[in-house]
């Protein structure tokens, strides 16, 4: 027998769009789960948008404030996908309302923000699970097991690279993104935050860091109307950006190994060019995310000269199986997310955690806030214990 559960979605940007689609794919992928997620009720602020939402994606209801969500019985589960500034106090009140919370990274502006969603989850006791989908790829779960398995023996040094042009375009509308108050940071945030997150999953704890950011687009203009994405707004009123466009920071891991990680969203000529490189003491495994079905592997005993293989995806990979029959036929970036979809029922129906949580959310939020004090001091910092 199939239990349904009632979901609803808060914040119907793009990200709303994703993560209302992931629900419905769930059932298709995965059959046994034994919970049908029910689309019950939506809610963004924007006039007409939540009521765009549920004529278009089958919700029973819609409402402007999010209040009423966090009121409704029917809804037992709730993807947060607002913008950054209302994630604590959404996170907090679905938890605390009795609601299992799906919530989008960074998980509010501030480390406190994130611990503050994290406490209100354990103390509901209610599954939470965080939006970090780059490591539900297959390829990266791959190279999690082949270097906890030591075939490309110790790890020495690792570098992450995140570099979008989202927002390089001058005419990019000052939005919410873009401010401190309800943005927080900037590409710290953003895209940084995945990179923490790969970092951990990857090689452990980050003990220490040291950072340097930049603003390269100082001032855009004010948005006259409602926003979604990235959208561009010309020959209104300038304001300043806020946030920082890029950040380079070195990185120090409790296991010794030592990292790079960078991301810019005003690179120019780069389309979601995010992956990593980890190289250890007998071989390295390359991942770009523009090619996210192939994981490059070197590992023997040359040590010198020693090739690198090209292993495409299969079945036999992560949650692989559940979207396609043979290797190397795609997957693609809404796979992740019904695999995130998918683990937050799996950890509702079980009462287990099962993929990211809340505190994988604290550990990224742990280490922004010490890329930011890294980066006005100019010196290394410790990263404090999550």
Sequence with gaps: MVDSLGVAV???????????QAYARVPHHYPALGLRPELVAVADEVPGRAEEAA????FASAARDWREVAADPRVRAVSITAPNFLHREIGVAMAEAGKHIWIEKPVGLTLADARAVADAVTRAGVRGAVGFNYRNAPAVETARQLIGAGEIGTVTH???RLFSDYAAHPDGALTWRYERERGGSGVLGDLASHGVDLARFLLGDIVSLTADTAVFVPERARPTGATAGHSRAAGGELGPVENEDY???LLRFASGARGVLEAC???????NNYGFEVHGTRGAVFWDFRRMNELGVSRGDRYQDQPVSTVYMGPGEGEYGAFQPGSANAMGYDDLKVVEA????????EDRDHGTTPADAVHSAAALEAMVRSAESGAWVNVPVA
């Design 10 to 20: 808060v914040g119907f940007g793009w990200m709303g769009r994703v993560h209302s």
């Design 55 to 58: 004529a278009r994606f089958g």
């Design 158 to 160: 690792v570098r992450i």
């Design 247 to 249: 950040v380079n920071c």
């Design 265 to 271: 969203r005003v690179s120019v000529g780069e389309q």
């Design 342 to 349: 998918y683990r937050f029922l799996r950890s509702i129906a």
